[in-house]
């Protein structure tokens, strides 16, 4: 018996192929060893830290790369479970001048997720379907078939509705896929309500504020008390209609494009404070008939599209110095209108800015079903009927792309790992 095993031994010593995995098993548990003995000589350091520096380092890391950080050790993954830690990291993902947002569409009641992406100047792939989706997510609804609604946007969260005439509301983390039902909503054909959707950084809350006109209801739905609150709050000289159901957030104030006496002004709402704000007026040039058309965010500044003349020339005026009306200029003149615009021809045309892309060589628009891209060094555009061109490339962020209806609808966001779970006390 002792002989056989020894022959046998001989033989699996004398054997190439025995060898090489030998050296294989020793390759592999040396280098599991090196990156054992890494992390914790890591763990160490990162551990005679001050908390307060640890979190601030933590939190100027992207939202992925937090997310494995988790999973590190049991110290690691206690203190990035804090809500806090991914709304600090959510916050300074905004103000990153290199403006790493994603988008997130709205398109045939369906989430896709793009990962990642760069716009193809070849107009034969600009009308591309969305083939080139990486993977479908299901949006948190039983019926996917309901149409769906954007609401807002704000640190990683989207705000949606979904069902006949809109009736339920509730916040969902394309990331994660955690999402939270809010409330339900019995909004009627003739009932006009727009809403806003920020974060209070004086109470650490995030707020929904719902505004109808007629009759007049102003409310505040706080995420901390899972509850709604009725506002007393009125503007001078109101009779002013919102034209767009969805608001910016910009400096903790929410921002609205109004229909009024004065077309080239935009209404503010004070999330600290609870109340509206000063009226944002837009300089024009008094021989000019000029109208606010769309409010957007470009690289954290507050944004109008300006329509000049009727159907002439659209502007892209930003707001430099935010609450500086010396501050507001003029980024972009689109110099020719496309040609879909003559399909409509009214005074209430919309038109959004979405983001930058290309390194801020073109730029993302949105109005109605259609998506323009405006390439600003040639002064030209391509329209995407329903369509965005996507073609994965790896060293580019991912997109989302969403829709509930037949059309388009779009907003720009940052990737977090806020859980609308995590946010009620109650």
């Given at each position: 018996?002792?002989?056989?095993?020894?022959?046998?031994?001989?033989?699996?010593?004398?054997?190439?192929?025995?060898q090489s995995k030998k050296v294989r098993r020793l390759g592999f548990r040396r280098a599991r060893d090196t990156v054992v003995e890494k992390l914790s000589t890591e763990q160490a350091l990162v551990s005679h830290l001050p908390v307060d520096l640890t979190m601030e380092i933590f939190a100027r890391l992207p939202a992925k790369s937090l997310a494995k950080c988790r999973c590190v050790c049991k110290q690691w993954h206690s203190l990035l479970m804090d809500s806090e830690i991914a709304t600090k990291q959510a916050?300074?993902?905004?103000?990153?001048?290199?403006?790493?947002?994603?988008?997130?569409?709205?398109?045939?009641?369906?989430?896709?997720?793009?990962?990642?992406?760069?716009?193809?100047?070849?107009?034969?792939?600009?009308?591309?379907?969305?083939?080139?989706?990486?993977?479908?997510?299901?949006?948190?609804?039983?019926?996917?078939?309901?149409?769906?609604?954007?609401?807002?946007?704000?640190?990683?969260?989207?705000?949606?509705?979904?069902?006949?005439?809109?009736?339920?509301?509730?916040?969902?983390?394309?990331?994660?896929?955690?999402?939270?039902?809010?409330?339900?909503?019995?909004?009627?054909?003739?009932?006009?309500?727009?809403?806003?959707?920020?974060?209070?950084?004086?109470?650490?809350?995030?707020?929904?504020?719902?505004?109808?006109?007629?009759?007049?209801?102003?409310?505040?739905?706080?995420?901390?008390?899972?509850?709604?609150?009725?506002?007393?709050?009125?503007?001078?000289?109101?009779?002013?209609?919102?034209?767009?159901?969805?608001?910016?957030?910009?400096?903790?104030?929410?921002?609205?494009?109004?229909?009024?006496?004065?077309?080239?002004?935009?209404?503010?709402?004070?999330?600290?404070?609870?109340?509206?704000?000063?009226?944002?007026?837009?300089?024009?040039?008094?021989?000019?008939?000029?109208?606010?058309?769309?409010?957007?965010?470009?690289?954290?500044?507050?944004?109008?599209?300006?329509?000049?003349?009727?159907?002439?020339?659209?502007?892209?005026?930003?707001?430099?110095?935010?609450?500086?009306?010396?501050?507001?200029?003029?980024?972009?003149?689109?110099?020719?209108?496309?040609?879909?615009?003559?399909?409509?021809?009214?005074?209430?045309?919309?038109?959004?800015?979405?983001?930058?892309?290309?390194?801020?060589?073109?730029?993302?628009?949105?109005?109605?079903?259609?998506?323009?891209?405006?390439?600003?060094?040639?002064?030209?555009?391509?329209?995407?009927?329903?369509?965005?061109?996507?073609?994965?490339?790896?060293?580019?962020?991912?997109?989302?792309?969403?829709?509930?209806?037949?059309?388009?609808?779009?907003?720009?966001?940052?990737?977090?790992?806020?859980?609308?779970?995590?946010?009620?006390?109650?």
């Open positions: 018996m002792a002989v056989t095993m020894t022959i046998s031994t001989k033989r699996k010593a004398s054997n190439p192929n025995f916050i300074l993902a905004q103000e990153n001048p290199i403006d790493d947002k994603v988008v997130c569409f709205l398109f045939d009641s369906s989430l896709y997720k793009v990962k990642p992406y760069w716009v193809e100047d070849n107009s034969n792939i600009f009308d591309s379907n969305l083939e080139a989706a990486e993977n479908k997510i299901a949006l948190p609804t039983k019926n996917a078939r309901l149409s769906h609604e954007i609401l807002g946007s704000c640190n990683g969260l989207i705000f949606l509705n979904h069902g006949i005439k809109r009736k339920r509301f509730f916040l969902f983390n394309p990331l994660t896929g955690e999402s939270r039902h809010l409330f339900n909503l019995p909004c009627g054909d003739k009932v006009k309500t727009q809403f806003g959707f920020g974060y209070d950084s004086s109470t650490q809350d995030y707020k929904i504020i719902r505004f109808q006109t007629d009759p007049y209801i102003l409310q505040v739905f706080s995420l901390k008390d899972n509850c709604w609150r009725s506002i007393n709050s009125t503007i001078e000289q109101f009779p002013y209609l919102l034209e767009h159901p969805v608001a910016v957030q910009v400096c903790g104030f929410l921002h609205w494009q109004v229909i009024g006496p004065n077309p080239d002004i935009v209404l503010t709402f004070d999330l600290g404070q609870e109340k509206f704000g000063e009226l944002i007026n837009i300089p024009k040039d008094p021989e000019e008939d000029t109208r606010i058309v769309g409010v957007g965010i470009l690289q954290g500044c507050l944004c109008v599209t300006r329509r000049i003349g009727f159907n002439k020339s659209f502007g892209i005026w930003a707001m430099k110095k935010y609450g500086v009306a010396e501050s507001w200029t003029k980024l972009i003149t689109l110099k020719e209108s496309p040609a879909f615009l003559d399909a409509y021809q009214t005074r209430y045309f919309q038109l959004f800015p979405i983001r930058y892309i290309n390194n801020g060589r073109k730029l993302i628009l949105q109005n109605f079903n259609n998506s323009i891209i405006y390439d600003i060094e040639k002064g030209s555009y391509k329209i995407s009927h329903n369509r965005i061109p996507i073609i994965p490339r790896e060293e580019h962020e991912s997109w989302l792309m969403d829709s509930g209806s037949s059309t388009l609808k779009m907003t720009s966001y940052v990737e977090s790992l806020v859980s609308p779970n995590s946010l009620c006390r109650v």
